[in-house]
């Protein structure tokens, strides 16, 4: 596609809920990325997938959070049991890899708003 | 662990007015520093810098990076309503595609 592509762009969900978050990521780049943007905060690093495989999970808040790629393009990302603490912008970017060569950009994509009340 | 702050966090100016935006860091192996502009929800990229001292231009912004002291500045001139939006400076540090942001500095231009 164009760009990065993320739905939903907004979801509100009950306290306890699973949700799940779908990226879409650019037409052939292969590193794909999770970020989590909380009111006032910096992105934080979630998770880096390169093809199919998540060499780094390290950022996964909890083991309530994971993610999984399928045929080196849509990601989604899973939130089991949510918690207020959840809610946050959740943003998804991809790039060719190595994603530090110049050229390579990262690009984001909107992101999905979460609300958990 | 590698760190980013960025300063000020929130800065207010008139159009026409030319600012500096700050990214002071820290961190173990550096490969790069990013800037990223974000008006609404995705930040888009801006600037990639490597190298100490290479000014990188795109129309009224630039951008340094200084390695031995560890920041770099994004400067704008003659600033627009339209640059209204968080800067935001990312460090590619220890891994090739983790990258530590900063909080952002909310820019707001007023007419």
């Known amino acids: 596609g164009a760009g990065v592509s993320q739905s939903p762009s907004n979801k509100v969900t009950e306290k306890g809920k699973d949700v799940e978050l779908r990226c879409d990521p650019i037409?052939?780049?292969?590193?794909l990325y999770w970020y989590r943007q909380s009111l006032g905060q910096g992105l934080e690093f979630l998770i880096y997938?390169?093809?199919?495989?998540?060499?780094?999970k390290s950022g996964l808040p909890s083991d309530r959070f994971s993610a999984e790629r399928t045929g080196g393009s849509v990601s989604t990302l899973t939130i089991q049991r949510t918690q207020q603490e959840d809610s946050a912008v959740y943003l998804c970017?991809?790039?060719?890899?190595?994603?530090?060569?110049?050229?390579?950009?990262?690009?984001f994509g909107e992101g999905s708003w979460l609300t958990v009340v | 662990e590698d760190k980013v702050v960025q300063s000020p966090l929130s800065l207010v100016v008139h159009e026409g007015d030319t600012v500096t935006l700050n990214c002071s860091y820290e961190?173990?192996?550096?490969?790069?520093l990013l800037w990223y502009k974000q008006e609404k929800k995705a930040p888009t990229f801006l600037f990639m810098l490597?190298?100490?001292?290479i000014e990188k231009k795109s129309g009224r912004l630039s951008s340094i990076l200084d390695k031995k002291e560890l920041f770099s500045i994004l400067n704008i001139t003659a600033t627009q309503t339209g640059d209204s939006a968080v800067y935001l400076c990312?460090?590619?540090?220890?891994?090739?595609?983790?990258?530590?942001f900063g909080k952002g500095t909310l820019l707001t231009v007023n007419p």
């Open positions: 970017a991809s790039s060719l890899d190595p994603p530090d060569r110049p050229g390579n950009t990262i690009y």
């Open positions: 037409s052939g780049h292969t590193a």
């Open positions: 997938f390169q093809g199919n495989s998540a060499p780094d």
């Open positions: 961190v173990t192996n550096f490969r790069s």
């Open positions: 490597t190298s100490s001292g």
């Open positions: 990312a460090l590619s540090g220890g891994s090739n595609y983790k990258l530590t």
